[in-house]
Nanobody, 123 residues
């Protein structure tokens, strides 16, 4: 089982990025997949989650971020628009259970994590 996160970079405030989480060793649509982020000195926080077509967002990113899944490519995406400096963090994708819905924000519900990709929002 592997998750490969990519797509991070440096972007100006108001800009956009699309993160990718490519999975291998399992089929993405059999599991819940979440995006988390961790800023320096802060705890890892849930950003968004997709499971059996249901999508969840943290209040801080709702209406700016969109999670989607391409089963043919076995990849989950996080489209991030209207980026703010406070979105700066290392972003991780993780694999949860298909049974997890309302508890998606809890990191202990994820058995596998990708390596992280750095997003820096700065002028």
């Amino acid at each position: 089982v592997q998750l490969q996160a990519s797509g991070g970079g440096l972007v100006q405030p108001g800009g956009s990025l699309r993160l990718s989480c490519a999975a291998s060793g399992f089929a993405l649509d059999d599991y819940g997949i979440g995006w988390f982020r961790q800023a320096p000195g802060k705890e890892r926080e849930g950003v968004s989650y997709i499971n059996i077509g249901r999508k969840f967002y943290a209040s801080s990113v709702k209406d700016r971020f969109t999670i989607s899944r391409d089963n043919a490519k076995n990849t989950v995406y996080l489209q991030m628009n209207s980026l703010k400096p406070e979105d700066t963090a290392v972003y991780y994708c993780g694999r949860s259970s298909r049974l997890i819905f309302s508890e998606w924000r809890a990191p202990h519900n994820y058995a596998y994590w990708g390596q992280g990709t750095l997003v820096t929002v700065s002028s």
